[in-house]
């Protein structure tokens, strides 16, 4: 404890002129190495998070979980910024940046020399881990929980009665973020066990101020628990002991990832490192604790309890819920190297430069990645490009439409496709208005994003099917980037029924063409686009016979010759339009009731 303590009061002397321009050089490479991050747009829960102050979702009942990131934040900023992306990220940013200089203060504290405590910042600064929260707008919840619980941490080894005071409120504000900082009151007490700086006066009054920080942590901590669903089959269903144990590994083998790509997947192998990882740095700090440097196991215990909220989640397993987790981290890898025998001049370049240059270039790569479909790899840049395409398509459609001079009151149809046999029947059985959870439709915080997109100014509305839609409804189709715009719901229907063809939903198909039929009784009027097609139009070509013979079939099993003969030649004449084949040439090898012709008899019933 001795040396513990001498190295906190060497701490304690004032700094050099050097080391201030040590701290400065750190909060601007932590800063700058993320400009990338003001590229990001808003996506998945940050719809969410803007709808309860745009009043399109009802405020929170009571004393909601997070309340700190997740509604005080929204409602200051919303009023201010509105959806201008910019001054949030900014924000993001300078968090960060105040998060790795706390990193260094606490190094500081903690006996470190400036090489060691500049180099944990760095360190920090520069963490793979920090992508999502800082290009993600929800991922201020994981910044402002580390922030405030760094915070709190460095306030608490000053020692003195109102720096504790400080340490509490911080602590307290950490825990109304996210559960990343609940942990606190645990450290903060074996802090004092093993020998912080405080007079022995003020033990008791630090005590109660522990009990405190641990009656509010527990609260928080139940109102986590009633918030998120954790049942068997819910998304944060938890497991038991095996899951915790690969969850650990996991988490120990993203934390010693260099980055910039960390495994979306963790194999065994990996898991099994990671689980090595924290047994040998257990080894470790039980080895120093008794030559009086305690800073292996403090670190040991803060990395374990920043991580413990998640560690019994089945599925909800992120690398950016171990954020904070970096920083003891971060501290143990400084005190590793003889900083005593490195030059100075040579060290200041050897951390600085890679340190500042390593977040853009992890920035960049991790925005440029793709996947084999040509989308970003990443399922945050993924959701995020997808919610900016989808958005812009919305604003730019729904202006033109006013421009048109088309009818102002008109709103504005999302049209999802069921993809799979599933989806299609879920979509009959509960109706146009069901959708899927698709990556666009949850990219796009499903009305809410399109709304706030459009300031309200129209109706809209997902739908599985066009059936029962106002003909005026301009309709934009989902497919995998974005939207296809279609036209109003007069002329969408076509295409609603070419795509169904094609996917072999015929009975899909022949509601559409009623629908079709009743919004154009006259005539087919249907204007095709090639490139607005969300499936190959090749692919409806290829079963357009099994249609218009499954058709056929359908006389006398709820539909009429005189409607049957009907679809065919309206869906005839719709593929026409898109391939440019005559009539003569689509009809070829089919069964086509030709008006005023008898019907074939229906097929024997086989035995």
Known sequence: MTFFMTTLSRADETSRPSELWFQIFLVLAAFLGRLSALGSWWTLDDWGQLGRPANLLP?????????????????????????NPYPQAVARMLVHAAAAWLVARIGRKCGLPPAGWFAAGLVFAATPLAFTPLYWASGIQELLAGFLALLAVERWLEGTRGAMLVAVGAAVLSFLAKESGLGLPLLLLANLWWGARIPAKDRSFALTLVALMLVVAVTEAALVATHFATGPTDPYALGGPGTILTNLGTFGWWLLSPGPLLAARVSWIMSAAGVAFFLLWGLWAGFRMPAGFPLPASSLLATLLVIAPALALRTQI???????????????????????????GRWILLLALPAALWPVVSMRVRLESRNPLGLPADPVVRATSLSWSATRMIRTATRNNRAAGLDATAGLVLYQQPGGTKDTADADRFGPQWVADSELYEACGGTIGPLLATSGDVPIVWRSALTGSPAGDLVLAADATGFKVWGPVSNAVYYAAVTDVALGQFERARRHLMTAAASNPATTQ????????????????????????????????????????????????????????????????????????????????EK
């Open 59 to 83: 405020a929170a009942a009571g004393w909601p979980a997070r309340i700190l990131s997740q509604h005080w934040w929204w409602s200051l900023n919303w009023p201010l910024w509105g959806l």
């Open 318 to 344: 992120h690398p950016y819920l171990a954020y904070l987790a970096v920083a003891p981290l971060s501290l143990v890898f400084a005190s590793l190297v003889p900083w005593h025998r490195i030059d100075r």
């Open 526 to 605: 249907f204007i095709s686009d090639e490139g607005q097609m969300i499936v190959p139009v090749q692919l409806a070509l290829k079963n357009l016979k099994p249609f218009v013979d499954w058709t056929v079939r359908s006389i006398g099993h709820g539909s009429s010759a005189s409607e049957v003969g009907g679809i065919q030649d309206m869906f005839l004449h719709v593929m026409s339009s898109c391939t440019g084949k005559s009539l003569d040439e689509l009809m070829a090898g089919s069964t086509v009731l030709i008006p005023g012709t008898a019907a074939p008899p229906p097929a024997a019933k």
